[in-house]
T-cell receptor
Framework: NAGVTQTPKFRVLKTGQSMTLLCAQD?????MYWYRQDPGMGLRLIHY???????AKGEVPDGYNVSRLKKQNFLLGLESAAPSQTSVYFC????????????FGQGTRLTVV | GENVEQHPSTLSVQEGDSAVIKCTYS??????FPWYKQELGKRPQLIID?????GEKKDQRIAVTLNKTAKHFSLHITETQPEDSAVYFC??????????FGKGTRLSVIA
């Protein structure tokens, strides 16, 4: 039972490049989330999904897109990376209802130069 | 939307002393309040949570208290140990909404 797995773990991008972060969970959770973590800023919600085929904006959605084509996967895309998107990205998942424990992936450290 | 404030941002205690971290929330509809611990370079992991129908919950050296009237909740760690050193996050949510996190408290336990 792997829980929540993120790919890749590290990445360096040049400004303007694009990339996709993959999150996979094997707990059959309905809800999935993407957060970014910056020093002194805590965990800020980028986008989330309450089920296959659904997505919704969080607190800091600009510059990101997401897709939830399969229940177990939640993809985060950066179409044109900017230095301000340098961060650690965490995916999480939870049972339906939202107000339950969220299980986190191991994180992706992204640097945009 | 919900807003969660967390204090202090850093906290240093001597080994064996107690540590208290406090959080306030803005939306009275929030009913779930978890605490996460994040060790250096690791993912956040749940250590304790409380729901709005409970005022206090304890798990060994860790306890959480909730005051719904004042809209604040606190994490208490007793008999601190070096392995308690980490960043702690509080969060709040209501039904069908994602967790909103505080900005974190870096706890250092000095041996």
């Amino acid at each position: 039972n792997a829980g929540v797995t993120q790919t890749p773990k590290f990445r360096v991008l040049k400004t303007g490049q694009s990339m996709t972060l993959l999150c996979a969970q094997d707990m059959n959770h309905e809800y999935m989330y993407w957060y970014r973590q910056d020093p002194g800023m805590g965990l800020r919600l980028i986008h989330y999904s309450v089920g296959e085929g659904t997505t919704a904006k969080g607190e800091v959605p600009d510059g990101y897109n997401v897709s939830r084509l399969k229940k177990q996967n939640f993809l985060l895309g950066l179409e044109s990376a900017a230095p301000s998107q340098t961060s650690v990205y965490f995916c999480a998942s939870s049972q339906p209802g939202g107000n339950t424990e969220a299980f986190f992936g191991q994180g992706t450290r992204l640097t945009v130069v | 939307g919900e807003n969660v404030e967390q204090h202090p941002s850093t906290l240093s205690v001597q080994e064996g002393d107690s540590a208290v971290i406090k959080c306030t929330y803005s939306d009275s509809a929030s009913n779930y309040f978890p605490w996460y611990k994040q060790e250096l370079g690791k993912r956040p992991q749940l250590i304790i949570d409380i729901r709005s129908n409970v005022g206090e919950k304890k798990d060994q050296r860790i306890a959480v208290t909730l005051n719904k009237t004042a809209k604040h909740f606190s994490l208490h760690i007793t008999e601190t140990q070096p392995e308690d050193s980490a960043v702690y996050f509080c969060a709040a949510s209501m039904r069908n909404t994602p967790l909103v996190f505080g900005k974190g408290t870096r706890l250092s336990v000095i041996a």
